[in-house]
């Protein structure tokens, strides 16, 4: 069942956590940015297509090879974050958007505005973070 939101609808800590309404703006949030970021994947290719003559000098194709090398890393980024707007997409679908996959409480809503991606409360994902830190240093 989808609703109808306001225009000016904001998410706000005085109604019930992951209403209807609620997800609903947070599932447009992430359809919009899916978009965005599909889009700048069209013209990153167009781009890398038109861009495929050889240039003679080589400091221009250097420059010109450094330029596509950004231009795929930051493709990459942008398929990895599609994926998880599609597992928050998902999340939504579930009934489990909104609430930490660690200690199933609720994220704030300051936080899902930021980072409408976000799986983790700012606790358990600085918890995450330390851990992480920790194995990486060993």
Same mark, same amino acid.
């Given at each position: 069942?989808?609703?109808?939101?306001?225009?000016?609808?904001?998410?706000?800590?005085?109604?019930?956590?992951?209403?209807?309404?609620?997800? =609903?703006?947070?599932? &447009?949030?992430?359809?919009?940015?899916?978009? #965005?970021?599909?889009?700048?994947?069209?013209?990153? %290719?167009?781009?890398? &297509?038109?861009?495929?003559? %050889?240039?003679?000098?080589?400091?221009?194709?250097?420059?010109?090879?450094?330029?596509?090398?950004?231009?795929?890393?930051?493709?990459?980024?942008?398929?990895?974050?599609?994926?998880? !707007?599609?597992?928050?997409?998902?999340? !939504? =679908?579930?009934?489990?958007?909104?609430?930490? #996959?660690?200690?199933?409480?609720?994220?704030?809503?300051?936080?899902?505005?930021?980072?409408? !991606?976000?799986?983790?409360?700012?606790?358990?994902? =600085?918890?995450? =973070?330390?851990?992480?830190?920790?194995?990486?240093?060993?």
């Amino acid at each position: 069942m989808r609703v109808t939101l306001s225009p000016n609808y904001k998410p706000s800590d005085k109604e019930t956590f992951m209403n209807p309404i609620m997800l =609903e703006y947070f599932r &447009q949030k992430l359809l919009s940015w899916r978009g #965005e970021l599909l889009d700048e994947s069209s013209e990153t %290719l167009q781009y890398l &297509q038109e861009g495929s003559t %050889l240039e003679a000098d080589i400091a221009d194709r250097a420059s010109t090879e450094a330029d596509r090398s950004l231009q795929l890393r930051t493709r990459d980024r942008a398929r990895k974050l599609i994926s998880k !707007i599609d597992e928050a997409l998902e999340r !939504i =679908e579930s009934g489990t958007y909104g609430y930490c #996959e660690e200690t199933s409480e609720t994220i704030s809503l300051k936080r899902l505005e930021a980072r409408p !991606i976000a799986t983790m409360g700012l606790e358990a994902q =600085e918890r995450h =973070e330390r851990m992480e830190k920790m194995h990486r240093d060993d």
